[in-house]
Structures are given as C-alpha cells and as structure tokens.
C-alpha cells in the first residue's frame, strides 16, 4: 500500500478516502483468494507477488516523479547503461533502499505462514467480505467519476473509471505498462519490412551549395535557463560566448519529456500528433544518404534500440560501451570529420550530457558531487544545482571543440545542437527533480537550439539570415528534421518549408505539443 500512501493524485476524492478505497480492493483481493485456496501462504503468495514487484518499482518512481511508472520509465529501464544505474544508486539510495524493505518484509511474512493451517468454518462469510471490500472500493472509485470532470467529457464512464482508478493505479499500473512496452516491440517487429523499403524520394542531392559538413548534435537532460549563453547569472557557458555565427533560438521546446520518445520524435518526421510514424519511417540518417552524404554516427548513450536503426548510417561509433564520457567525443569526432575529406558528410553525435561524470577541471560551482553522487532531496538542491552548472561547462567545452574542429576544415559546413529534453531542479519550490514527470512542466520542455555556420556557409547565405529572423519565434524539437534538411538543400517529396526555421516562410505554430505516457498535451502560447 505504500505507493497509494504516498501518491493517489485526485481532485475530486481526497486522499484518505481514494487511499482507504485502495485498502478495501487489496482486502476484497485476499478474501477471495483466501477463500479459493483456503492457505494463508497461497494467499500472501498469490496477491503478494504483484503487489510487492509493484511497490519495489512504484515507490522509487512515486517519491521522485510523483507519478506512477510509465511505458517511457520502463524502456528507460531497459536500456540504461552501467553508468546511469551507478548515478542512480548514488543519488536515490534511500528510495532504493525503501524498494529492498518492502521485498523483505514481504518475504517474512510468506516464510512465517508458509505452514499455518487454516480452519475455515464458513467459507461463504469469506466471499461475502470480500464482495463487499470490492462493493466500498468500488463504490469509492464511482465517486472520483462522478465529481471529476471525466463525469462531463462523453466517454465511457465504467471505461474510464476502471483505467484511472484501477488498471493505471498500484498494482496493475506495472504490468499494464509492460504490456505498453510489449506493444511497441511489436510495432517495430510489424513494420520492419515497410521501413526497410522506406524511401525519401529526394528530388534535390548534393550540389555546389551543399554544406561539406553537417553537425547533428542531440543533448540530453539540458534546459535552456542555465546557460550564461541564454542570460544566467553564472558564466557556464564562456567557450560558446565567444563563437561567431552561433545562434541560440530563446522559445526552442522538446515535444516529449524522456528520451525514449524525444529522440524518436527529433529523427524522424514524426510528430506527437502522428508518433506512431517512428515506427514506419526511417530517420533523417538514410535521407542524407539518399542525398549522396557519407553518415556517421557517434553515439554516448544506447539509443539504437528504441527503434532499431543502428544499422542505417554508414558508420557507427559505439562510445558508451567505453564509459568516456562526453570528453571522449572530441577525438572520435576530429578523426570522423579529418578522415575523407572529399565526401560530404553528415554527423551525429547523441551526448550523455546530465548523466555523464564531469572531471574535476570543470567542477568550478561549489559545494559539489566531487568523484561522488548527493542524495536527490530538497535540502541538497544547492549541491545538485552546483553539479547540474558544472555538467553545462563541460557541455560548453565539448560543443566549442566540435565546433572548432569543423572550422578547422576549411570548408562550408553547419552544426545543430538541441537536447532531447530538460530537467527540473526543485525549482520554484516544487519537489520535482529531474524529468518525465506526468505533467510536463517549463523547465522539462524549454531546451536550448543552437546553430552554428562556418563562414563559408554563412556568407551570402540566405538561410542563415532567416534564422537569425527566427531566433525569437516559438519552435520545437519538430522542426529539426526539415531545418537540418533545407539547411542541407536536400529536397525530398514530404519536404514543408513551412516546417523549416532555415525558410522564409517558416510558420510560428500557436500551440505547441508534446506526447507523455501515450497521450498528446497541447501547450498554447
């Protein structure tokens, strides 16, 4: 019962009453099984096993995000590497430790009635409390219908009853949402063979005025107000202060608030209106090859399984596997953009960003981590927001490298840099730390977009100038795909100009979206 405890958000049952609802289907729940098996142990066992994997997962997620798990929490999961699991333990232990409590109790109990015998003189009293716990709690969850605004919305009431105070509530939340996860490993297995035949149908390839090089540079767990770049009061960005031809876009949104949905939605034409589209189209690494580009990808986090695409670039870099951290990007990209140099090239990088450790040299904003990891609560926040400020100069670091590196070369070339999304940090006196948070809030979705031309590109270049019109407009991580395209000039048959913040009649949006937990939220200007 503790992830009800601690979390049952509803506006229209207060708390006691939704957690005391909850405590009459947990007892409905072992009455009846008590009454089939007629065995203590069997009954523990049976509801337990559910209730306990639950908690072990809930609890953790409840006490950081104020939410139950999502599909995005457990793919997140899924596909975490060594590193994100040791910072996670370092920054969560208390709630890790809550998880391993539950298990052992749990565990006490089963072994303690593992053997004890049960009478049971009249088994229909049994089945008649127990119809009577499902009755109250039951009973309890028409209330919340009834007084919420669901009441009023049109849809199926027994429907929409039963997902918000059942299915997507402790226990059944976890298994529902593996069932989500299942799902969408299904959706990549169907449409496999659609996306492999999957064509761009470029009208437009590579010509004098391509750019020789294009930076596709994917941040992670970055937001826009801690950047000196972006008006911050700390100097966290002083490397990309002094670049010339860089432009820092001041209303740049992401369209979803964990990776496992940003990055699809940043690399291919979908949208969160049309998200199911990750599934049946490639992303914008086979249209640059359609194009006539040499692709490149060098990745810091595992992201290739979200879609299975690890296979679409020409070449892939692997460097989580070696736990270097953004720091080991500079080599691998001066030998990716030095080698050949008489093929264009596109390059993507995917940083590790706030989850990477930062060497000492940049842990300038102290009290700090050190070599360590700071209990995530409220009263640490001051040390959390230190570490955050040194993550971003080191991001600050690295990206003036890459993009030295590419002005090295000599030759026409752009970079792109925006995160997938950003992170709360106890901001305005919230207990909301991190991100994929069931309400997106400002701090989550407001990234930084940076562009940066060499002076080959920028010189006479039309689009540079419309960027640099558009600077002040609101965008979103949507635009990327036609942005990084037009800047490219590759034409291709789905190709919106509209779309792109590098064309002159690129269109303001009035809304923008972004798709959380299987649904789409509109945010208006």
Known sequence: MIPDILFFQSDSIPHPLAVLGRVFLLLSLLLAVLWATKSLFWAYLIVGIPYVLSSSIEITNVSILSSFIEAEGLQALRYTTSGEIEEFIGGFRSYVLMSFVVIAIYAYFLYRYRSISLVIKNRTTLILLASLCLLLSCMISTAGVVNSSLYYSGQNLLWMGLKRYYIQRHPFNLYYQIRAVAKSDYQIYRFKEAKESYRFGVQRTIDATSPKIVVFVIGERIRYGNWSLNGYARETSPNLDKIENLISFDEHYSNGNVTYTSIPLMITQATPQTYGEIYAQKTIIPLFKEAGYETHWISNQNVFEYLGNEKESDFTYELFRTRAGDIGLIPAFDSVVRNNPSRNKLIVI???????????????????????????????????????????????????????????????????????????????????????????????????????????????????????????????NNDIFSTLADLANIQYESFVRQKSIADSSYVEPSSRFVYVHNEVMEFKR
């Open 350 to 476: 995917n940083m590790v960003g706030g989850h990477g450790r930062v060497p000492s040299r940049f842990r300038v904003f102290s009290p700090n981590s050190g070599d360590g990891y700071t209990p995530v609560s409220r009263e640490n926040a001051p040390i959390l927001v230190n570490d955050y400020d040194n993550m971003i100069l080191l991001q600050d670091y690295v990206l003036s490298e890459l993009i030295h590196l590419t002005d090295k070369q000599g030759v026409s070339a752009v970079l792109l840099f925006a995160p997938d999304h950003g992170s709360n940090l106890f901001d305005d006196g919230t207990n909301l730390f991190a991100y994929g948070s069931a309400h997106p809030t400002e701090k989550e979705t407001h990234i930084p977009l940076f562009i940066w031309g060499s002076h080959d590109f920028v010189e006479g270049n039309e689009k540079f100038s419309n960027l640099r019109n558009h600077k002040n407009l609101l965008t979103t």
